[in-house]
Antibody, heavy 122, light 112 residues
Framework: EVQLLESGGDSVQPGGSLRLSCEAS????????MSWVRQAPGKGLEWVSG????????YYADSVKGRFIISRDNSKNTLYLQMNSLRAEDTAVYYC???????????????WGQGTTVTVSS | DILMTQSPLSLPVTPGEPASISCRSS???????????VDWYLQKPGQSPQLLIY???YRASGVPDRFSGSGSGTDFTLKISRVEAEDVGVYYC?????????FGGGTKVEIK
């Protein structure tokens, strides 16, 4: 069974940084694009960032562009999200998700992690 | 960015009865390859979202056949032929045609 396990969520002050990780098991990691999706408390889903299977294509929501950096290490089956200049509005549960359509497309998020919580507060 | 608008916001349902959720996109999600790049997800209470339908009408692995997706370029529908108690939660549509991917606001399905 394919699994994704996020880690790295924490409580941080505004302006601080965090790095989230998402470790994948039991599939050829490099064959699939990956995304980060977040959910603020009591709110809906918001796509944050996506990366192609090779890592060469990186895409961001306007709300995080210039502050967040997505990356992946295919040798370690791990996806990352470096979050800088954090704001209160970044407070959310962050999910990583695997696209089922291949390495350069992002739809069909067929596998999701359990989520990791980021709280930005003074 | 492509705007995804779902309706209704809330949907009380009776077990055994059909249910339907609508999603409208601000631009066509029909690709030149013939696929409609809209997915449907269900987030059950306290759980991560799960994929129900991808590319407009294809059921994800393990999804019961009471769930079906249909639609044109900008108007899409998720139908549940006979609602079961386990179907409660929030349903989201999502466009996967272009980044940034965008979700609808969600439809909360609850048992009457």
């Amino acid at each position: 069974e394919v699994q994704l396990l996020e880690s790295g969520g924490d409580s941080v002050q505004p302006g601080g940084s965090l790095r989230l990780s998402c470790e994948a098991s039991t599939f050829t990691f490099s064959r699939n694009a990956m995304s980060w999706v977040r959910q603020a408390p009591g709110k809906g889903l918001e796509w944050v960032s996506g990366i192609s299977g090779s890592g060469t294509g990186r895409y961001y929501a306007d709300s995080v562009k210039g502050r967040f950096i997505i990356s992946r290490d295919n040798s370690k089956n791990t996806l990352y999200l470096q979050m800088n200049s954090l704001r209160a509005e970044d407070t959310a549960v962050y999910y990583c998700a695997k696209a089922s359509c291949g390495d350069t497309c992002f739809y069909g998020l067929g596998v999701w992690g359990q989520g990791t919580t980021v709280t930005v507060s003074s | 960015d492509i705007l995804m608008t779902q309706s209704p916001l809330s949907l009380p349902v009776t077990p055994g009865e059909p249910a339907s959720i609508s999603c409208r996109s601000s631009q066509s999600l029909l690709h030149s390859n013939g696929y409609k790049y809209v997915d449907w997800y269900l987030q059950k209470p306290g759980q991560s979202p799960q994929l129900l339908i991808y590319a407009g009408s294809y059921r994800a692995s393990g999804v019961p056949d009471r769930f079906s997706g249909s639609g044109s370029g900008t108007d899409f529908t998720l139908k549940i032929s006979r609602v079961e108690a386990e179907d409660v939660g929030v349903y989201y549509c999502m466009q996967g045609l272009q980044t940034p991917l965008t979700f609808g606001g969600g439809t909360k399905v609850e048992i009457k």
